[in-house]
């Protein structure tokens, strides 16, 4: 049975584990108590948030309104010869499913592993890593719409994805709480090593002929030895995008800084390293007050304990700033800010 719960702390329900509170907070655990949410009136009468893991929030101050947790659950595939439609409930933690369709070898996920938050958000934020974006495993969603109390469902086309954004960030954001997504993947791997350290660590492990589960685990090493454990200090993971610059741009970097790391992308502009440039600039590993970045990986900002949410924006102020005046290149956060 939905019930509603008032002034809730949130900090167990962000991974930065900022310790604000919401007037109102409800949790959602089937399509049923979205229908009772939307009988209440809140959906009507309060601002809105909407959470999974709360992975991808820095809350600045307490929130006036309503947060709902979504924690929808399950997990079904049909198989059709090679292709692979799996389902998946938008509260099923994102990592979960992944380790689901690899045990399956369901392949197309796999360079996804370890990317923290739930299955309902990876749309919204159109998830990314090691080369692949959720995009290109994406076969559809189903939402609610927030104002009328009906399921919608979305296709590929419908949803707009663009580096880190969907219609979800856009012209609908505020607007449908997804309730579940389905992936086209694969039975018949597509190995994808080419990108970061995956190479690197596959033959470190003398594998050869990889699988979907050695990928899946070389990508789990890298990012654990690179990223902090939410568990035991507070994070967003990576909480700048990676800036992606015109060609002409590129030049003068690089001109300047002949080892930027960089990467082409397919529409003829260039993607630079946020880390490797927030690096150079000598943020690694920096600490101010409760805040900074983390040691092994400065695109990552943390909570040494007791940080606010303004203590850490503040701090992403400033190597904005820097990483502006030492490259001419402004860095974009990857976080949303409440």
Same mark, same amino acid.
């Given at each position: 049975?939905? +019930?509603?719960?008032?002034?809730?702390?949130?900090?167990? *329900?962000?991974?930065?584990?900022?310790?604000?509170?919401?007037?109102?907070?409800?949790? #959602?655990?089937?399509?049923?108590?979205?229908?009772?949410?939307?009988?209440?009136?809140?959906?009507?009468?309060?601002?809105?948030?909407?959470?999974?893991?709360?992975? @991808?929030?820095?809350?600045?101050?307490?929130?006036?309104?309503?947060?709902? &947790?979504?924690?929808?659950?399950?997990? @079904?595939? %049909?198989?059709?010869?090679? @292709?692979?439609?799996?389902?998946?409930?938008?509260?099923?933690?994102?990592?979960?499913?992944?380790?689901?369709?690899?045990?399956?070898?369901?392949?197309?996920?796999?360079?996804?592993?370890?990317?923290?938050?739930?299955?309902?958000?990876?749309?919204?934020?159109?998830?990314?890593?090691?080369?692949?974006?959720?995009?290109?495993? !994406?076969?559809?969603?189903?939402?609610?719409?927030? &104002?009328?109390?009906?399921?919608?469902?979305?296709?590929?086309?419908?949803?707009? !994805?663009?580096?880190?954004?969907?219609? !979800?960030?856009?012209? /609908?954001?505020?607007? *449908?709480?997804?309730?579940?997504?389905?992936?086209?993947?694969?039975?018949?791997? =597509?190995?994808?090593?080419? *990108?970061?350290?995956?190479?690197?660590?596959?033959?470190?492990?003398?594998?050869?002929?990889?699988?979907?589960?050695?990928?899946?685990?070389?990508?789990?090493?890298?990012?654990?030895?690179?990223?902090?454990?939410?568990?035991?200090?507070?994070?967003?993971?990576?909480?700048?995008?990676?800036?992606?610059?015109?060609?002409?741009? !590129?030049?003068?970097?690089? %001109?300047?800084?002949?080892?930027?790391?960089? *990467?082409?992308?397919?529409?003829?502009?260039?993607?630079?390293?946020?880390?490797?440039? #927030?690096?150079?600039?000598?943020?690694?590993?920096? =600490?101010?007050?409760?805040?900074?970045?983390?040691?092994?990986?400065?695109?990552?900002?943390?909570?040494?304990?007791?940080?606010?949410?303004?203590?850490? /924006? +503040?701090?992403?102020?400033?190597? #904005?700033?820097?990483?502006?005046?030492?490259?001419?290149?402004?860095?974009?956060?990857?976080?949303?800010?409440?």
């Amino acid at each position: 049975m939905l +019930q509603i719960l008032e002034n809730i702390s949130l900090k167990p *329900y962000n991974s930065f584990a900022i310790d604000v509170n919401a007037h109102y907070f409800a949790e #959602i655990k089937t399509a049923d108590d979205l229908n009772d949410l939307f009988q209440t009136g809140l959906l009507k009468t309060q601002k809105l948030l909407i959470v999974g893991g709360g992975s @991808n929030i820095l809350f600045t101050q307490d929130f006036a309104g309503l947060v709902i &947790k979504v924690s929808i659950k399950g997990l @079904n595939a %049909a198989i059709n010869g090679d @292709n692979v439609l799996v389902t998946s409930g938008a509260g099923e933690v994102w990592n979960d499913f992944v380790n689901y369709c690899v045990a399956n070898n369901f392949a197309g996920v796999e360079n996804l592993s370890l990317i923290p938050g739930t299955v309902g958000a990876s749309p919204v934020q159109n998830i990314g890593a090691y080369g692949v974006e959720l995009k290109d495993v !994406f076969e559809s969603c189903t939402a609610f719409e927030i &104002k009328t109390g009906q399921i919608e469902t979305f296709t590929f086309e419908d949803c707009h !994805f663009g580096y880190r954004e969907s219609i !979800f960030k856009g012209d /609908f954001k505020g607007k *449908y709480i997804i309730t579940e997504v389905t992936f086209r993947l694969s039975s018949q791997p =597509k190995i994808n090593t080419s *990108y970061g350290a995956i190479e690197a660590e596959l033959r470190q492990r003398g594998i050869e002929n990889p699988n979907i589960a050695d990928v899946s685990a070389a990508v789990s090493h890298i990012r654990v030895s690179k990223l902090p454990d939410p568990s035991t200090i507070g994070n967003a993971g990576s909480f700048f995008k990676n800036p992606v610059i015109e060609k002409y741009e !590129f030049a003068d970097v690089v %001109a300047k800084f002949p080892d930027v790391v960089h *990467y082409p992308t397919p529409d003829g502009k260039i993607k630079l390293a946020a880390g490797w440039l #927030i690096e150079q600039c000598g943020w690694k590993g920096r =600490k101010v007050g409760e805040t900074g970045t983390w040691k092994n990986q400065a695109l990552v900002l943390v909570n040494h304990g007791n940080a606010t949410g303004t203590e850490v /924006f +503040q701090f992403s102020e400033q190597i #904005i700033d820097s990483v502006k005046s030492t490259f001419g290149v402004t860095l974009d956060r990857e976080v949303n800010i409440l």
